[in-house]
């Protein structure tokens, strides 16, 4: 089956997208079992991972259009939330997830109050400073968070007094994460904050005309997508054990944007599909080494040449409009004009 | 009558560019009220500075009894002023049906946590705004858009679609910025016998428009502006015979034997 009737599968009828999510569901749940290596476990762990991550970073940028680069920040302080909390003061990584994703939001509206009146790439900037801010302050506040050497042995959770440690184990924490975050963000975007979040992308002061608060909404909005970024970061600190700044470095935030931009934005599953794609090229590509990330430039050069609003991405998504081969048929609009005005 | 929308002296420079100058007005609650003028006369930056867009350099806009001067849009529209603007700002890759339900944001209370737990709130909004929205899309005569792609539609029917998502706000007073700009003569007569027929129903309309048949059959008042100041105000006769519109507007030395109608076909 072609993915594209996969979607339209996926697109049809309300029963058959029910039953469709439940199979996809039960094999998921049934994956472990058929492959239980720790190699194929480890790829699993880190695909749902980046589904958290790049679905988050995908509210921010896909739904709501602001332009954010700078997600590792909030990773990295759901990270060292968690850990410091774990290894430092004994709390158990039940409590400390949820604190860890509020640590990353509380950050998240700090960081959006004062950008309320940035658009695009003047946002890209602030965003992408505030990540290697919080990276620094990570890499050099020796006394909390260790500094170059990082925080070590952080604890393996517990559950119902069974230590977790395995891939496997986590395995299943994660997808109960994943799951749980697409769900949230389902029923948010279906709803009138949803919209709220759309019509600040489609045209912002069409939307201020209407009553939205959009200083408000684009808060909520940062705080939502940080919120998950933080819980992330909570949950992953005890599966590596180790954490350092250097894991949450620009290229990191990159490696999550490029995953929200080739799976599409502005769609449920696009990032789902980015974090698979991108995850099983970095396995595929190991031997070729650093040069992968070559590969990862072309792959998103060649998406925004031939299909800008990702591979799960509507063609008549506002991001599909601002493709190279601009639709000359199409009523123009003042995006589309600009393209051509640029070449 | 009580006066709903007035503006007292309100200024707006850009720089050194006078885009309005000194203009009052009052505006009666239950009018159909026309503001006319040549190109740059400063008629859209007025409907921006009424609407909270921008904040008048000096002056007062003060609604229903309350100023709202610098008040930001959003709550302006909440106070019940809705708009439509001049070069149609809809939400384009949206259908017609969603569009107007993003209309109904004010009137709806849905937070995070109503749309995430699916209470009673939620679905009371949704089926509040679902219906609503159908409803007036029925009214506009748009129903048979409604699952259409705003940018799909032809200009005029995207007009209509953008007074149809100001009415979710259910306004006291409507801002049109050029209508009927883009629509043929029959067309143009069917929106201003809506337009009438919303007058009715107790909406105050504010009306920027070029096409003088449409101003002079469809508003009671008329302010007219050039170069960012206030020649005239008055019923449409008055202005019709107003020796600075018809110079405004024609030239001096010609106007007054023309006569307005013949001159605008």
């Known amino acids: ?343 | 009558m009580a006066t709903i929308l007035e503006a007292r002296d309100v200024c707006q420079y850009f720089g050194g560019l006078k885009a309005v100058e000194k203009v009052s007005m009052k505006i009666e609650e239950g009018d159909i009220f026309g503001v006319i003028g040549p190109n740059g006369a400063g008629k859209t930056t007025f409907f921006n500075i009424c609407s909270g867009i921008l904040k008048p350099t000096s002056g007062e806009i003060v609604f229903c009894g309350e100023s709202i001067t610098g008040s930001p849009p959003e709550k302006i529209a909440r106070k019940g002023m809705a708009r439509t603007f001049q070069n149609i700002q809809l939400f384009k890759y949206m259908t017609v049906l969603e569009n107007v339900k993003i209309g109904f944001h004010t009137r709806t209370k849905t937070t995070m946590f109503s749309a995430l737990f699916r209470t009673k709130q939620y679905w009371q909004d949704e089926s509040f705004a679902h219906d609503n929205a159908l409803n007036i899309l029925e009214q506009v005569g748009l129903l048979e858009y409604k699952d259409t792609l705003a940018s799909n539609l032809p200009y005029g029917v995207q007009r209509k679609v953008e007074i149809a998502r100001a009415l979710a706000l259910d306004p006291k007073i409507l801002l049109l910025d050029e209508p009927v700009a883009g629509m043929n003569p029959v067309e143009s007569q069917e929106l201003a016998n809506f337009i009438i027929g919303l007058n009715k129903a107790g909406i105050t309309i504010v009306v920027i428009e070029h096409d003088m048949k449409f101003v002079m059959s469809t508003c009671n008042r008329i302010l007219v502006l050039n170069f960012g100041q206030k020649i005239c105000e008055g019923t449409p006769e008055m202005v019709q015979n107003d020796k600075a519109v018809n110079e405004a507007y024609f030239g001096k030395g010609l106007a007054i034997e023309e006569g307005y109608q013949s001159a605008t076909h």
């Open chain 1, 1 to 343: 089956m072609s993915l594209k009737s996969v979607l339209t599968l996926y697109r049809t009828h309300k029963w058959t997208k029910v039953t469709f999510l439940a199979i996809i569901g039960l094999l998921l749940i049934l994956f472990p079992v058929v492959y239980p290596k720790s190699y194929v476990m480890g790829v699993a762990c880190r695909i749902l991972m980046y589904v958290i991550l790049a679905g988050s970073l995908n509210v921010i940028n896909g739904y709501s259009g602001q332009f954010n680069i700078g997600h590792a920040g909030y990773y990295c302080i759901g990270a060292y939330t968690a850990a410091i909390l774990t290894t430092k003061l004994g709390w158990s990584f039940w409590i400390v997830l949820p604190l860890g994703g509020l640590m990353a939001a509380l950050v998240g509206l700090l960081v959006a109050t004062p950008t309320f009146k940035l658009r695009g790439i003047y946002l890209a900037i602030v965003t992408l400073g505030f990540s290697e801010i919080i990276r620094l302050v990570a890499l050099n506040w020796q006394s909390l968070t260790g500094g170059p050497f990082g925080i070590k042995g952080i604890p393996a959770p517990l559950l119902f007094g069974f230590r977790i440690t395995k891939s496997i184990h986590y395995y299943y924490i994660f997808l109960a994460l994943a799951v749980l975050f697409l769900l949230a963000t389902y029923l948010i975007i279906n709803s009138r904050v949803g919209r709220a979040w759309v019509s600040i992308r489609e045209d912002e002061d069409a939307a201020r005309s209407l009553g939205i608060e959009t200083r408000f909404y684009k808060g909520l909005n940062f705080m939502y997508g940080a919120f998950w970024a933080g819980i992330a970061g909570a949950a992953f600190a005890p599966y590596f054990k180790f954490i350092s700044s250097d894991m949450f470095s620009l290229d990191e935030g990159f490696n999550i944007l490029s995953m929200v931009i080739i799976g599409g934005q502005g769609t449920l599953i696009g990032p789902v599909l980015g974090s698979v794609i991108i995850n099983f090229l970095t396995e595929f590509l190991r031997p070729i080494s650093q040069y992968r990330f070559v590969v990862y430039a072309l792959l998103i050069i060649v998406m925004m040449w031939i299909r800008p609003q990702g591979l799960a991405g509507a063609s008549h998504s506002i991001l599909a409009s601002n493709r190279i081969f601009a639709h000359r048929k199409r009523a123009p609009s003042s995006r589309t004009r600009q393209v051509e005005g640029d070449k």
